[in-house]
T-cell receptor, first 110, second 116 residues
């Protein structure tokens, strides 16, 4: 079993829809939780960061961490075609050594 | 400001050849990371440096892989001899060493490596 599980998709939704992306993990020592966005032929870029449990909101993006269930989510409201990308969850226990999920390929259809 | 710069962007070479990938981190950053991304295994950390010193190389797959950071503005990842299964996209990332708060890792655009 991988330390971090993420459904690779692909996921295709119409413009304006609410998108929900999820990851589960097995290592209870993880304390730092991140979401990265990766456009085609580009490096990942940090989208959201959460320390320990709780929610964090930034514009149209909301990240949730439920440590009791070992489950993290990213919600995208009012999705736009420019949100089409691969979304990778990442987590770590010491803030430097990141473990990534497989990534979910998302397409927003105009 | 310039981001993380990797070279070459693409490399195609034959099995058995030596491959050297290069990375220039963001100026002022003191942590540097090398990752490998494949369809099968996703994005995996190979090795990272703090203040030019290797901290954790447990992700380096074999002795054929080696990484160096001779100074704060340059790092190399070398594969010798290369094998077809080394074909992947290799990313370099840099950050400040985390203190009380997390420091995001900034990624380059990667080197797409194909070993024939």
């Amino acid at each position: 079993q991988k330390e971090v599980e993420q459904d690779p998709g692909p996921l295709s939704v119409p413009e304006g829809a609410i998108v929900s992306l999820n990851c589960t993990y097995s290592n209870s020592a993880f304390q730092y939780f991140m979401w990265y966005r990766q456009y085609s032929r580009k490096g990942p870029e940090l989208l959201m960061y959460t320390y320990s449990s709780g929610n964090k909101e930034d514009g149209r993006f909301t990240a949730q961490v439920d440590k009791s269930s070992k489950y993290i989510s990213l919600f995208i409201r009012d999705s736009q075609p420019s949100d089409s990308a691969t979304y990778l969850c990442a987590m770590s226990w010491g803030a430097q050594k990141l473990v990534f999920g497989q990534g979910t390929r998302l397409t927003i259809n105009p | 400001d310039a981001g993380v710069i990797q070279s070459p962007r693409h490399e195609v070479t034959e099995m058995g050849q030596e491959v050297t990938l290069r990375c220039k981190p963001i100026s002022g950053h003191n942590s540097l990371f090398w990752y490998r991304q494949t369809m099968m295994r996703g994005l995996e950390l190979l090795i990272y440096f703090n203040n030019n010193v290797p901290i954790d190389d447990s992700g380096m797959p074999e002795d054929r892989f080696s990484a160096k950071m001779p100074n704060a503005s340059f790092s190399t990842l070398k594969i010798q001899p290369s094998e077809p299964r080394d074909s992947a996209v290799y990313f370099c990332a840099s950050s400040l060493i985390p203190g009380d708060s997390n420091q995001p890792q900034h990624f380059g655009d990667g080197t797409r490596l194909s070993i024939l």
